[in-house]
């Protein structure tokens, strides 16, 4: 047929057919009696400024959930981006920055000087939903931390490396026991036993951020220094650590009684043995396969995300917590580099621009630095910076020398084992959702993560500047180094 | 330092600081007087029996928000893989099963046999959440389906496809529009307008399925036929217009005013000419960078989603749906398809596997089958059915044989453009949530949605059988048969 006939038709179709839907609509008010009658009231009394209805809906529109949720996000990366923009400009990892920003947006600075903004931004009933956005958010994130830890490397250099990392752990631990006993009767709340509270402080006392300490070590450039792979692999071996002590403390916090959390801590054994023993070999001749390949089918992504969900489950129902399990999931994935790139490549943007954010504005929400509002507070505080840096540093730095590190490394391994970063900040929401650190020390402690993990790249340049020496370039072991690469972010 | 001297440092320092930790909760006991009675005595009350308190601690954590959202996923992917699988054994495409697997998971099925585990799986106080999580991921697919639509292949097949495109919407939207006249004094929800309720009955009978035709050209091997990438191009036509329809319908729902629409139009057009002439041009300016480079830098995909967000953000206050902003910015992607496949690389698993299938069980929840329950509503179904195809396959075919198409590709385009999928549910949901659409008509639409979307593969079968003829292989437009590889799951 001619395109002159289609034309026809098409004018035929839309003029005929938009004359019969104008009839439709005409016939369709005598329809409406009682349907509509109350609304039709309503309109008749505003119907004289159309321009005000509009208004109106506008600012309905504006406080609608998804609205806020929307804003939020909008809001949040912004700050984010921004904040972690500027820090990265005065010589410091963007992380640090996006964490500050979070404590900006809420009381402690915007709450503070604009509590309109803030309560129209985060009103209490959106901060539900953006909690659990943000638990998503760290699920996903864990599984990328378990993934980026390379067991094999940690099994190659253990000797010095898990002697550092233990010393790394204890000396500040039993540090953070001590100050405990002396914090206990002033700062713990009501009803929390002097162990959960001791035990928890210890675990604040010992953590390290592995992603900040491979971000901090690749913008140095030494990643691959010999000092760098140490203090890389020590640092993987405190994540294992720290996260299976805290899943004991998590247990006996929650049973309340120390027989029954023997139960929990079998249960958990368990389920780790049977991940490591029975999935993990299962998932290596899985990713064997993916040696060259570029894509994952749709079914294999879907399981790999049954795992890391059915995991997070198991560690959350069994009563340790569900971002122990998001880990486990991440240390059981296929060892082959390929094959983690692949699906690191695949949750990182989306975890770490999009959810990561909204945790770290959860955490600063929580955290009211206002609070510390007496001399005797910012005193406490300045014992807990000591004890911390004491503790995590000089432990560090101790145990490398003995191992047999130069001075210089000692340092240095010491220093960014000191990193608390956002493992930290993780550790510290569970201890303030669990009830065992009041909304003062949750203050403290998160200024603490934030002063340790600043301080780490000024302290190594010093380091550097007052020992100068030659790094040392070595062979680092394969995965360490695609790790700090997949890093990009924090 | 020898080996040995470093063994005894690590034996004496564990010992040591473990003796310490030993001291320190001993000496901490004496501490807790105030802090911990009420736990105390309830912890005694219950001591003897450790294996029972430990039962109780599982059972809380059981119902903890965060371990019943994990619980919701595990089952619903579960589900969603499942159906999805058995729906391809039987030659449909997986979608269908996946939307099929909500219904069964809501009220219809489970919740009608096994209430116990409906209101354990789905209380009514997690279905806010997670009504939530499936809106984020209804934003990533809707710019995901922006980001399919190609601007450029809708322009040079511009003559037929959009005649074809606009007949298969104005005749059964007028078709629809009829038979709101007769459903709406029994259906209509009070206080909804008959134009409201017209102009959305006729967009449901309206809308085609973009993704799920493109999915089912492709297991047919038709992508690249005349008759597939004419097909494909005309449902992109399509998409568009159905959601600017949409978008105009909202509002005037919405504000309840024919008037002070007006506003809402003028705001939604100014909004869409800034993204065409202003952000695209801008877009495709980076766009061009990434010919080859295969990896986005973290600071462009965060503006990336920033776009998202805030064009969601922006269409959800003028009062049209966040999800056209999303669809927009989809749109105005960089048209490199180098650059799109990376993004959509980036979120398509996240969306489509994770957070889709959670979209299908919130409709699944609100379909209540059981309702239909007299011969009078199933009756009236099948008008809606009979309406439904009528309009949609009886309009296509007779505008795709008068622009020229064979009597085959004529009926094949038919049959392909009355395929309703997933894009039919999106806009069920938004009439459902608007008050429009009463429990029973939603009940209806669903159920029309899912019978012809599985018609679409038998029928082109038959076609085929009944006349047979050789498909003509053309050379398809670049961007169509990368968009149908994309869709893989849908």
Chains 1, 2 share one sequence.
């Not at 953006?130 to 940690?154: H, N, P, R, V, Y």
């Not at 890391?308 to 240390?331: K, R």
């Not at 600043?454 to 302290?459: H, L, S, V």
Request: charged residues 10%; contains cysteine; positive net charge.
């Amino acid at each position: 047929m001619s395109k002159k006939w289609s034309s026809l038709f098409y004018v035929l179709i839309v003029t005929g057919l938009g004359a019969v839907i104008y009839w439709i609509v005409q016939k369709g008010h005598t329809l409406q009696g009682h349907h509509v009658i109350s609304k039709a009231v309503g309109a008749a009394g505003a119907e004289q400024d159309s321009f005000t209805l509009f208004k109106d809906a506008f600012h309905h529109n504006l406080t609608e959930p998804l609205a806020i949720l929307l804003l939020q996000i909008i809001v949040i990366i912004s700050f984010a981006r921004l904040f972690g923009f500027l820090f990265k400009k005065i010589g410091q990892p963007a992380v640090i920055g996006e964490i500050v920003a979070g404590i900006v947006l809420g009381p402690s600075i915007i709450g503070a000087y604009f509590p309109d903004i803030n309560n129209f931004l985060f009103p209490v009933s959106s901060l539900v939903t953006l909690q659990f956005i943000s638990q998503i958010g760290l699920i996903l994130f864990m599984f990328i931390i378990g993934m980026e830890l390379d067991l094999k490397a940690i099994g190659k250099q253990a000797y010095g490396a898990v002697i550092i990392s233990h010393a790394s752990i204890i000396i500040p631990y039993a540090l953070g026991m001590g100050l405990a006993y002396f914090l206990y009767n002033t700062y713990a709340p009501d009803g929390i036993s002097f162990l959960s509270f001791a035990l928890f402080m210890g675990i604040t006392m010992s953590i390290t951020a592995f992603p900040v300490l491979a971000r901090i070590l690749q913008e140095k450039g030494l990643t691959r220094s010999r000092m760098g792979a140490m203090a890389l692999t020590c640092a993987a071996a405190d994540d294992l650590t720290a996260w299976c002590i805290l899943a004991a403390v998590i247990a006996l916090v929650k049973s309340g009684s120390s027989v029954s959390v023997l139960f929990t801590i079998g249960f958990s054994l368990a389920f780790v043995l049977l991940m490591l023993k029975v999935v993990h070999p299962m998932l290596e001749k899985l990713g064997n396969v993916y040696t060259k390949k570029q894509k994952l089918q749709t079914p294999i992504i879907a399981a790999l995300f049954m795992i890391l969900i059915v995991s997070s489950y198991i560690t959350s129902v069994i009563g340790i917590h569900a971002l122990f399990g998001a880990f486990i999931a991440g240390v059981v994935m296929p060892s082959n580099i390929n094959f983690r790139k692949i699906v690191i490549d695949k949750i990182e943007d989306v975890s770490i621009i999009l959810l990561l954010p909204l945790f770290f504005v959860i955490t600063g929400l929580r955290t009211q630095i206002g609070l510390l509002n007496t001399a005797n507070l910012w005193i406490t505080f300045g014992w807990v910076l000591l004890v911390a840096v004491a503790g995590k540093f000089g432990g560090s730095t101790l145990a490398a020398r003995i191992v047999g590190q130069s001075w210089k490394d000692s340092l240095s391994i010491g220093v960014l084992m000191n990193t608390r970063g956002l493992m930290q900040l993780i550790v510290l929401n569970i201890g303030y959702d669990l009830g065992i650190l009041s909304p003062e020390i949750f203050a403290m402690m998160v200024l603490m993560a934030l002063v340790t993990t600043f301080m780490t790249g000024p302290a190594l340049d010093l380091i550097n500047y007052l020992i100068p020496e030659k790094h040392h370039l070595v062979e680092h072991p394969g995965n360490v180094h695609a790790n700090a690469e997949n890093s990009t972010v924090l």
